[in-house]
């Protein structure tokens, strides 16, 4: 500004330059932001006079609550086309917000519009986005390859040992499962979980839960893996082969919170944006630890939050769909890698209680090939409708079998692992509603047309386990006349027993000496307390355990298949079944077979009982082979392992030269053992001379300090007599005493 | 090993102590009176009374002519040990919770309670053996601090006093200068006892921390520890066979709930040097609160807050208990 004393002042106003000062209050003009615009596409192609309608359908049946369209904000770019003026199929529509410009993207993206539409929506600032990209194309950097560690290397082990994870005071440690000796330490650390351990469905992965997320280790080093970002997580779950991992937290995803914590270097793993925040279920890629979707919770009909249950997706088996039930109205379908949701609706079902999927992919008898994979459900009674159990094909959605049920009170689905028996077991009411049963409802899945087989018990069944091996479909059910609980303590403790039975039923084919097809009982074991069961994974032997039981610990191993001969003998195909031992582990809260079906861990945890934490080890005939106390031992995993990959020739070779490999196995374990006992022997001769020679030093310290001590007028007490004082003591004892006289 | 059950005593057992002959076994417990014992047979020689409180510890002089007693009723009382009289009471503020003759008998250490804004303390009076009348002076008294002293036992010589504390540390105490020579954390939590190999040079600790530890008196350095699944009350070394003896049991007020079996109420035999646990001995049917090996090694005693008291003679399989090495 040009300097104005008093005697040059300008004439007018007009003439003074106010230029600084508009330079310095500049208003800047309000930004427009576009945040708040999303452009869809894929709309139909309408003339003029439809163009309020198409509006208003879209506000009403797509935007629903989701946005609120700005006034005038709809903009529909008309052009002249084969019938007059019609729309171009896409509009720009401004919202009132960002926030809402967002939940209108994630609801119309892939909204099925009509029969031939599908919509596309997308933030309008993805435009600009787009616009600024390089046309030339530069090819990123070739990041170096890395090698993998094997992650199944501990299936080589030369001992053919198993691996099994403690988590115990803070303390998670992986050891090599012994026979004959502790346990062999592999790694452990203190604070290496925050919460629980889990192991992957093969064993690949150790997954341990911090507050950050989810941490993958594995492989011979133990070195971590992966790492799945995902605040306050409380639960995961992969899928069947171990490509998908889902994770659910308790938190909804605040992904500005998880960028804050992550600090600005390491804004790149973030895997969230703004389309993730608030939900709290994700799915990853496990392998490459991508996010591939999140998805919110889900709610109620009235939107409120629903109860979450876990897991909060099932996988198919062969990993193709996932699905997630929202009780009582529906299933939803979604497919992977895509993660879209298979035909864009979910299943409706309304009453659906709970799902479950035929855990193999079946294949058609005659031709090899893969039929549709199948989930079951079923659907309670209401009002005059019976309960329903319904197989239904996916993705077709077509129904391949349904059966009406009456009287249900509830219900649990118990796939064969094989996929090719579905038992539902149905909780009753008797006519008069006072008491309860159970009915065993057996869905040949494995059979064309689907036949079911029945089996009535008098009692109710507290658990159920199908053989694994597909020989003979043989299962297990645990029953009791009185199915009310027993009182517990506080921790969950029962504090009294209840008197149970266990039935094996074994499927019989028609056959020459069988008339009717259909399941047989083979033998009732009555008078147990057990309260949990569960067959070997490699069939044929079978564990009752009395669990969680405050007064009693009875662990009882049977074999199903102890003496045919005597069987056949007497006609009585249960008299084949064996009691093989019983044993006692006070406290016993959990009980595990090893995945090869050798052994058996019964463990004490510190969740259930205060003290006695620890395990036992077993052999399948019930001999201990080991215990082991560990203080406030929460969980005791062993490592799972995947299918054997010999073929059933191989394995009919391996049982041929059993002789052989068993004595191979024999001379192993007797080297280990001694190489330990060798290993002990030298520990312990250097343990003693250590001693000895410190107590030589202490000796002498002691002698030069006495000595001192004396000179300054200590006086050294009574040493007690050294040697053992003997005293002699002549006691006579008058018997008899007799006077006689003898002669004079 | 058929125990003789020594039937004396109505409440819990605090301390049972064979004389440095081994022939006799003093024990006290919570009903007031303290037990003289034949320690072959069990046979009840008499009783010391005159206490008016639960008795806390007991100690006799090495020719047996003293016994001194520590009880709840903030006195300490000293005895002639052959006849059962009275000769002298110590007045303390709190109760006295650990009494132990010096290595010479000249001096007797007295282990205070903390309560009611008397802070814990350990006392050493001089004991005169020839005369009837005793010092109500202290020689010394030690302040422990920041927690308070649990138990104390006389070094090599005497020339320390070995304290463990209540936060599970120790010292040792320079007791003519009344000044901590040492510290050490040991356990991590109470120390329930203290007992001294029989020259002095090294010592047991055990613990509520579930573990039971062997250090060297003199720099306080662990040698060993002894793992149990349950709080220890007591542990004892064993003179001839390289073992030591712990037992313990859940707290009292937790046993009614649980069976004996839970209850872990058996003495434990762990090797020395090894630390593997060898043998248990069971009987008794609440925790152990005290164990004394007799001084030949052919015996051991323990008290349980059952009220017996067991006396075990070992088999002659004992004896030729050995280790592979």
Partial sequence: ?744 | MRPIMLQGHTRALTQVKYNSDGDLLLTVAKDKVANLWYAHNGERVGTYEGHEGALWSIDCNKPTTLVVTGSADNTARLWHAETGKQLHVWEFPTAVKRVEFSRDDRHVLMVTEERMGHKSGIYVFAVDSGSPAQSNEPVAVIRPSPSKATVASWSYLDRYIVAGHEDGSLALYDWKYEEPAMRATAHDAGITDIQMWKDGTYFITSSRDKTARLFETSSLNPLKVYKADTSLNSAALTPTQELVILGGGQAASEVTTTSSRQGKFESRFYHKIFEDEVGRVKGHFGPINTIAVQPDGKAYASGGEDGYVRVHHFDPDYYKFKYDY
């Avoid at chain 1, 993730?276 to 996010?291: E, I, K, P």
């Avoid at chain 1, 992977?336 to 999927?357: E, I, N, R, T, Y």
């Avoid at chain 1, 033998?523 to 069939?539: Q, V, Y």
């Avoid at chain 1, 009585?572 to 019983?582: Q, R, S």
């Fill in chain 1, 1 to 744: 500004m040009a300097v104005y004393t008093y005697d040059n002042l300008p004439a007018s106003e007009e003439d003074i330059d106010f230029g600084d000062l508009e330079r310095k209050f500049v208003v800047p003009e309000q930004e427009e932001t576009l945040e708040n615009v999303v452009v869809l596409d894929n709309l139909p192609v309408v003339d003029t006079g439809k163009v309020d309608k198409l509006i208003k359908t879209l506000t009403s049946k797509v935007f629903k609550k989701a946005g609120k369209v700005k006034e005038n904000g709809f903009h529909m770019p008309m052009g002249e086309g084969a019938r007059g003026s019609e729309s171009k199929g896409y509009a720009f529509v401004e919202f009132e917000t960002a926030a809402q410009a967002q939940a209108v993207i994630r609801a119309a993206n892939g909204h099925q519009f009509g029969a031939s539409h599908v919509l596309r929506a997308n933030p309008f600032m993805d435009v600009e986005k787009y616009a600024e990209v390089d046309d030339a194309y530069r090819a990123p950097p070739a990041e170096p390859f890395e090698e993998r560690e094997h992650l199944r290397s501990w299936l080589m082990d030369d001992y053919g040992r198993d691996q099994f994870a403690t988590y115990a005071r803070g303390e998670l440690g992986v050891y090599w499962g012994e026979t004959a000796q502790a346990a062999e330490q592999i790694k452990a650390r203190s604070n290496w979980t925050e919460s629980h351990v889990q192991w992957s469905p093969l064993g690949s992965y150790m997954g341990t839960f911090h507050l950050q997320g989810l941490v993958l280790w594995g492989g011979p080093s133990w070195s971590k893996l992966m790492r799945f970002v995902h605040p306050f997580i409380s639960f995961a779950d992969f899928s069947p082969s171990e490509r998908y991992l889902v994770t659910m937290s308790s938190k909804p995803i605040d992904v500005e919170a998880v960028g804050a914590r992550l600090g600005p270097d390491a804004a790149h793993q973030n895997p969230y944006s703004t389309a993730d925040q608030g939900n709290s279920v994700c799915v990853w890629d496990a392998r490459t630890g991508t996010l591939l979707r999140s998805f919110p919770l889900p709610t109620n009909d009235d939107g409120s939050p629903a109860q979450p249950a876990w897991p909060q997706f099932k996988w198919s088996p062969s990993e193709k769909y996932f699905a997630r039930m929202a009780y009582g109205a529906s299933i939803s379908i979604y497919e992977a890698p895509s993660m879209g949701l298979v035909d864009k609706k979910s299943l409706k079902v309304p009453g659906v209680q709970d799902f479950s999927w035929c855990p193999q992919v079946l294949t058609e008898a005659r031709t090899g090939a893969a039929r549709p994979e199948m989930l079951a459900y079923w659907t309670p009674e209401d009002g005059n409708l019976p309960a329903r159990v319904s197989l239904v094909a996916v993705p077709s959605r077509e129904i391949v079998r349904t059966k009406n049920l009456y009287n249900v009170f509830a219900a649990a689905l118990h796939w064969h692992p094989s996929g090719k028996m579905l038992c539902v077991r149905v909780q009753r009411f008797t006519k008069s509603k006072k008491s309860r049963f159970t009915n065993l409802e057996i869905f040949r899945t494995g059979e064309k047309e689907v036949p079911v087989d029945v089996v009535e018990l008098k009692d109710s069944a507290m658990a159920f386990d199908w053989e694994p091996t597909e020989a003979s479909f043989r299962f297990a059910i645990l029953h009791t006349e009185d199915p009310t609980p027993p009182p517990t303590n506080m921790a969950g403790m029962a504090m009294a027993t209840v008197k149970t039975s266990v039935s094996l039923y074994s499927f019989v084919r028609k056959g020459k000496l069988v008339q009717k097809e259909g399941f047989q009982l083979l033998k009732t074991l009555e008078n147990k307390t057990a309260r949990s069961l569960k067959w070997s994974p490699r069939g044929r032997h079978i564990v009752l355990a009395t669990l969680r039981t405050a007064t009693n610990g009875t662990i009882e191993f049977y074999d199903a298949d102890f003496d045919h001969a005597a069987a056949a003998k007497s006609g009585v195909p249960g008299d084949a079944i064996a009691l093989l031992a019983t044993a006692e582990h006070y406290g016993v809260t959990d009980m595990e077979w090893d995945p090869s079906g050798r052994y058996v861990t019964t463990w004490v945890s510190a969740r259930y009982h205060p003290s006695e934490n620890g395990y036992i080890m077993w052999d399948f005939r019930g001999q201990e082979l080991q215990q082991a106390a560990v203080d406030d031992l929460w969980q005791f995993v062993w490592r799972p392992r995947p299918e054997s990959l010999l073929t059933e020739e191989h394995r009919r070779e391996v049982r041929r030269d059993l002789k052989a490999y068993a004595k191979e196995f024999d001379e192993l374990d007797e080297r280990r053992l001694h190489a330990a006992d060798a290993e002990l022997m030298s520990q312990r001769r250097r343990l003693v001379s250590e001693w000895e020679s410190w107590r030589q030093q202490v000796g002498e310290f002691l002698a030069e300090e006495t000595d001192e001590a004396l000179a300054s007028g200590y006086t050294l007490p009574i040493a007690p007599d050294s040697e053992d004082l003997v005293v002699e003591e002549i006691v006579e004892e008058i018997i008899d005493e007799k006077e006689e006289v003898v002669g004079k």
